[in-house]
């Protein structure tokens, strides 16, 4: 198959003026490379698209693929990450990973909670502040956690996200909205263990490959997997393969991550985050449905080293999950 790689650069958008952190989702060369490299030796011919609007004019001047491998996260709006999908869609196109409807929900925590929620699957309680409302009364108990309610990579994540004093809320928001100019989602500060479970496959073929726990150093910021935390990772961080058939709570993230997964119309792969409440129950958190796939510094490459999964594997899979929706599609049409 010719497949096209669609990706944002972080160092194109750096030499841009583009800060550190606005581009902190963005692929490096390395991840590009070792995407392309590992397509060809899988028999494919891969062709660097590049992002969205590299991708138009392309398309404008009559290129076309057997099927995208889409890792572009987009720049501008809440469905930045929906901009790929749906232009492959308008040519009809084939793309890996998720469409222009999961993209834009997932990327907004509360939307994606309020889905989560209406299927029965755990989830915490949750109020989304904007910048003309105050919250007023707040349903539940202080601490809370407040964070962007569209950005990734931990953007807006940090010890300040704890707020313990609820005459202190509004304001912490307030400042957080002027900052990354959107909403803010409040939860309940959840103090217990964090998660991250791979996932690979769609619908009822996904599967749950294993559950990363994400540890802080003492010399990390306290009590947050902040954006901080995550971009220091190798020296704040450390990882810790859960197994579900040693660790009850493990088994029950799992359970929880795959049915939302499900419910939420996730395709091929990517990672459920969950933290666990005061009593130790696992909670869901967000959605990747864009998962990094840095051979080294990415999650789900890591859970799937400490898996015996290769990354080679790992792409054959994803590539795999998409390939069968062309032979659905084909099979579909026939007379």
């Not at 030499?15 to 397509?39: H, K």
């Amino acid at each position: 198959m010719l497949i096209g790689l669609t990706y944002d650069l972080r160092s194109e958008y750096l030499a841009m003026g583009y800060s550190e952190e606005e581009t902190a989702e963005f692929d490096r060369e390395e991840t590009v490379a070792a995407l392309s490299e590992t397509l060809v030796s899988l028999g494919h011919e891969t062709d660097r698209i590049g992002n969205a609007r590299n991708l138009t004019k392309r398309l404008a001047a009559g290129d076309r693929w057997d099927l995208v491998f889409n890792i572009a996260e987009g720049l501008f709006g809440i469905g930045r990450e929906a901009q790929v999908p749906a232009i492959l869609d308008l040519y009809e196109i084939a793309y890996t990973f998720s469409d222009p409807l999961v993209m834009s929900l997932t990327l907004h925590k509360a939307m994606t909670k309020r889905v989560i929620r209406d299927n029965g699957i755990p989830t915490s309680d949750f109020l989304l502040v904007s910048g003309e409302m105050n919250p007023g009364k707040i349903p539940f108990s202080p601490p809370y956690f407040i964070k962007p309610v569209a950005e990734g990579t931990g953007k807006g994540v940090s010890p300040a996200s704890i707020v313990r004093n609820p005459e202190e809320l509004y304001a912490a928001c307030r400042k957080m909205i002027a900052t990354y100019h959107q909403a803010v989602i409040v939860e309940p500060f959840l103090p217990g263990r964090e998660f991250t479970v791979a996932i690979i496959g769609t619908g009822s073929a996904a599967t749950a490959l294993g559950t990363m726990e994400v540890l802080l150093l003492e010399n990390a910021e306290a009590e947050v997997y902040s954006y901080i935390n995550k971009e220091k990772s190798e020296e704040r961080v450390t990882y810790r393969m859960g197994r579900a058939e040693d660790d009850p709570t493990v088994k029950e993230a799992e359970a929880v991550a795959l049915a939302a997964w499900r419910a939420l119309g996730c395709r091929d792969g990517g990672r459920v985050d969950l933290r666990c409440d005061a009593t130790g129950r696992p909670l869901f958190m967000e959605v990747n449905p864009l998962a990094g796939l840095h051979p080294e510094h990415s999650d789900l490459p890591i859970i799937c080293s400490y898996l015996g999964i290769s990354y080679r594997s790992l792409i054959e899979r994803i590539l795999s999950s998409a390939i069968s929706r062309i032979y659905t599609a084909e099979s579909e049409n026939r007379p």
